[in-house]
């Protein structure tokens, strides 16, 4: 990556990591937000479904439009958007005696916001660089979506020193001006203009997915599986921290900072390996959701505060080898013309899995521990088993299929032209 690069991508890579905060901040305050709005688990489990859900949504919306328009339009007022939500949440929990519903209007707008940040991110860095070097990027990229991860429970438990509610605030503080930065430092690679319509458009995605849709639905489920299983497990730690073990506050949140300090690690290093490695891009998504079945397996039969944090680090770790090779065979799918939608509906099936965790595993709780674990591995397992015998390289490979390249307006699957894979980003005209 030329240096030239290195400011620009620096932003790009705040996208996920201030995104992934709308979720992850607020766990750790599970416990005092149920006291406070005397609420159950599963009723502040919806704080992150009723995030969640309008973000995957509007995910696939937000990337056709950035197909047409533009990344960056469509971006910055999407992440102005997302911090104004936290903000009403915020006043409403600061103001009104009885807040929930106001938070959770709050927390619907915030996730309208979110429908138009990582994706779109995600997408530019596809248009951007190619083949290699897409490899590693899309890995920084879920690499800073993971250290947002780990910030986050420590970030709320910090927050919440100050009052249950602060962590709302801060997400205006923090998005407000990466939306600034993305709008005036990023600059956007030429694009050529599209005068096709909304029913040739659609048609080529069409044909996308009949050569590719298998694959990419595959994909899709496993991105999705691995997400629902992380934010639930948190969700349910969260509690389990506080009781039985009667860890709180800022020690919680280094606690649960633990397993997804693995799992970013592990999207990091699995980016950086996988980047020259095409051929281990499917194994290593089996060999990561083998890993989160067998951890939780024996999450279910073994019980103390080291093996679960232990086990709950391994599931991350599991979950973490599959991320990347996901984005890149997904982003890899397509050239520039298509990939906004197409990492877009990957982003919606990565939202539902977030929004259905936590309130799954608040419900399941009541079954017992045992159950709910079983259960968790039930479903990596036959995420895992979906990817060993749907997910084909080869297909999803941008240009290849059984009928042939992709063609792009320049005949050839890059839209006419190619690029480097370090190019600089050109600025719009």
Known sequence: MKRSMMLPFAVLALVPFVMVLGNSMLIPVFPEMEREMNLTQFQVGLLITAFSVPAGLLIPLTGALSDYAGRKIVMTPALIVYGLG????????????????????????????????????LALTGDVFTSEERTK?????????????VASPILGSLFAVVAWYAP?????????????AVWFIVKEPEREKRHDSAKEYLGRLASIFRRKGVSLGACYFAGMTGLFL??????????????PYGIKGFTKGFVLAVPVGAMAATSYLAGLFLQSRKRLHKPAVIAGLAVATGAFALL????????????????????GATLPPLNTMITGATDSQERGVVTS????????????????????????????????????AASGAVALFFISPRALESGEGKHGPVEGPGGSGDGGRRRSGDEELQPVR
């Open 86 to 121: 936290g903000l009403v949440a915020g006043t409403a929990a600061l103001l009104l005696e009885r807040p929930y519903a106001a938070i959770i209007a709050g927390r619907i707008l915030q996730g309208i916001g979110a429908g138009g940040t990582y994706q779109i991110a």
């Open 137 to 149: 990027a899309v890995g920084m990229l879920e690499a800073a979506n993971g250290l947002g991860k």
């Open 168 to 180: 709302f605030f801060a997400y205006g503080v923090l998005a407000i001006p990466v939306a600034l």
């Open 230 to 243: 992380l934010f639930g497990l948190l969700s349910h730690l969260s509690d389990v921290l506080e009781s």
């Open 345 to 380: 509906l990957y982003g919606t099936v990565r939202f539902f899995g977030v929004a259905i965790g936590p309130p799954t595993f608040g419900l399941l709780v009541g079954a017992g521990t045992t159950a709910t674990f079983l259960g968790a591995a039930a479903v990596a």
């Open 300 to 319: 279910a039969l073994i019980d103390g505060l080291i093996a679960i944090v232990a086990l709950s680090s391994l599931i991350g770790i599991g979950i």
